[in-house]
């Protein structure tokens, strides 16, 4: 059940930023979590406001109407998240008392965590945020290693939605009119004391693609798990050596192919791209294309593992089977393992080379060339 906002009470939900290091190809608010935009969902915290103001990107605007017509007022934000909270502040025009701004990437905000926010201006306080103490130890880092320490008393995570009287607040923005962290670092510039509330380890704000599986887990949804497979086949030619699941490996002929013709990297990079739905290496390096003529086969293979991880995957396992009458694989199987793992960046525990002839059946029997299959297994945490 939404929670119910005393009379007066407004809320600013901001989701003018671009968030590109969410990935997926479009700003984080505007992305699915469990079938509903990440947007959706913070707004549906605030329902229970009799006034609500919208601040998104001049570019989502039309989108903006169409999906949340009715109940909510949309204006465009700034360049900075201080100008955007400013315009919705404008919007409000003094209609209310006490505002509460959220961040809209922070879908899974509660009514416990909001309800601490307006129980603290209820009971005479300016100002009020959500926060949670420090609980790890903090360092100093330089050049990637540790420099020193920090105490960690007395610090806390900051959280919203942030909760000011009206007034108060659209003070302090024009008096400090510069970007700042958040609306309580422009309260306090002002001289506004602020009051901390309960914060929750669930309301997170969506920055990486990680974060996506981890807000699914914390709405109960089953754990997102692809499977892909891949198949692939390169004749024999002319050469004294094959590359296979990047490896070369002696043998008295070649592979011929557009690429290196790595028959068992092909075949893992297609599983992965058929459990992402993207289609197969041709799709994303076409061979008409000069550029890859030749090319190290593990430009596309880290390509693949990386697309998986901008989705918020990571790769569970992947099997690779190569079918031939020669080379033996057996005695170059380790490094494979290891050369494919250390291009997807997974533990090679995660990842089998095997072989296996087709008992001088087919073209593979006949010694004609190479076929492999692939299996990637992809999971969203």
């Not at 320490?149 to 806390?156: E, I, N, Q, V």
């Not at 669930?202 to 990486?208: G, P, Q, R, S």
């Not at 914390?218 to 004294?240: E, K, Q, S, T, W």
Request: proline share 5%; glycine share 12%.
């Amino acid at each position: 059940m939404t929670l119910r906002a005393p009379s007066g009470y407004a809320a600013i939900i901001t989701a003018a930023g671009r968030g590109s290091r969410a990935g997926g190809g479009e700003p984080k608010q505007w992305r699915a979590l469990s079938g509903r935009s990440v947007l959706a969902r913070s707004l549906e915290a605030f329902a229970g406001f009799d006034r609500v103001v919208l601040v998104v990107h001049p570019d989502d605007m039309a989108r903006a109407i169409h999906d949340f017509v009715g109940g909510i007022t949309i204006v465009t934000g700034g360049e900075t998240r201080a100008a955007s909270v400013r315009a919705g502040l404008q919007a409000l025009d003094g209609q209310a008392t006490h505002v509460l701004i959220h961040d809209g990437a922070r879908p899974l905000v509660s009514d416990a965590v909001i309800g601490g926010v307006i129980d603290a201006l209820q009971a005479g306080a300016h100002a009020a945020a959500p926060a949670l103490p420090i609980t790890d130890a903090l360092w100093r880092g330089e050049d990637g290693t540790v420099a020193g320490t920090a105490p960690r008393d007395g610090l806390y995570r900051a959280q919203t939605p942030q909760g000011f009287s009206l007034d108060q607040i659209s003070l302090a923005h024009r008096l400090n009119p510069e970007n700042a962290a958040d609306d309580v670092e422009l309260a306090l510039k002002a001289g506004i004391p602020v009051a901390i509330t309960p914060g929750s380890e669930d309301n997170l704000k969506i920055t990486f693609p990680a974060d996506f599986a981890r807000a699914e887990r914390i709405l109960g949804i089953a754990m997102d798990i692809r499977l892909g497979n891949g198949y692939d086949v390169h004749a024999f030619g002319p050469g004294d050596h094959v590359w296979l699941c990047g490896v070369q490996v002696a043998h008295d002929a070649g592979l011929v192919g557009h690429s290196d013709a790595d028959v068992g990297m092909h075949a893992l990079t297609d599983a992965i791209y058929g459990a992402l739905a993207e289609g197969d290496i041709g799709r994303h390096f076409p061979p008409s294309d000069p550029q890859w003529k030749g090319a190290d086969s593990a430009i596309f293979l880290r390509h693949a593992a990386g697309l998986a991880r901008e989705r918020g995957f990571t790769v569970g396992n992947a099997d690779v089977t190569l079918i031939c009458e020669a080379p033996r694989i057996g005695p170059h199987a380790a490094a494979m393992q290891a050369r494919l793992a250390e291009i997807m960046d997974v533990d090679p525990a995660r990842i089998s080379v095997k072989a296996t002839t087709s008992e001088r059946l087919g073209f593979t029997g006949r010694r004609e060339g190479i076929a492999a299959i692939a299996t990637a297994a992809l999971m969203g945490a």
